[in-house]
């Protein structure tokens, strides 16, 4: 019998296929972690936009708008502060499955979990705070100054906020 020299055999199909498998493999951890540092820089944009949002609303509409931080849902908001206390949420942004916010600080002090409430005020202000986020291995603050109300990120933990105050802080209390 004559055998076709341009046909692979079974077996050659099958150490293909396995060395396929092997590569496939090896790349897979790769692009996963690729995938999960995509996610982060991401998030970290967005969130940097969320407070952008939050003081300009503030500032457009002479409402106080905060960020807030919900723990069961790994979800930060932005709501908008009614004249009779009650906040109605604007817009919000989950946390990654893979980030976890390890400390909160709001007003120079540390926030209890559920508590996390930073406001913006219509004169571009806040009374400041911040998170700690740990990502895997990487651990980024997301820190908002009280003078200025703009926020910013930053590598590691989370600095200690107790010296922060806007302007007028030692001089009146804000509503």
């Known amino acids: 019998m ?9 077996i050659e ?8 498998a092997m590569l496939a493999s090896l790349a897979l951890p790769s692009y996963t972690a690729i995938q999960r540092g995509t996610e982060v820089r991401n998030f ?3 969130l940097l936009a969320m407070s952008a949002q939050a003081r300009s609303h503030a500032i457009e509409s002479g409402l106080t708008t905060g960020l807030s931080f919900d723990r069961e849902t790994n979800i930060f908001e932005v709501l908008e502060q009614e004249t009779d206390g009650t906040k ?3 817009n919000e942004l989950a946390a990654p499955s893979n980030m976890v916010v390890i400390q909160m600080a709001a007003d120079r002090y540390e926030s209890p979990p559920g508590g996390w409430w930073v406001p913006f005020y219509s004169d571009g202000t806040s009374a ?3 998170a700690e986020i740990q990502a895997k291995d990487w651990t980024f603050s997301f820190i908002i100054d009280s003078a200025s109300g703009s926020a910013r990120l930053q590598d590691g933990a989370l600095p200690d906020l107790s010296q922060d105050q806007w302007k007028a802080g030692t001089y009146e209390k804000r509503p």
């Open 13 to 20: 199909v099958l150490a293909a296929i396995a060395v396929t």
């Open 2 to 10: 004559k055998r076709n020299s341009n046909a692979m055999s079974y």
């Open 128 to 130: 400041g705070g911040g």
């Open 44 to 46: 970290r944009a967005r």
């Open 88 to 90: 109605i949420e604007l």
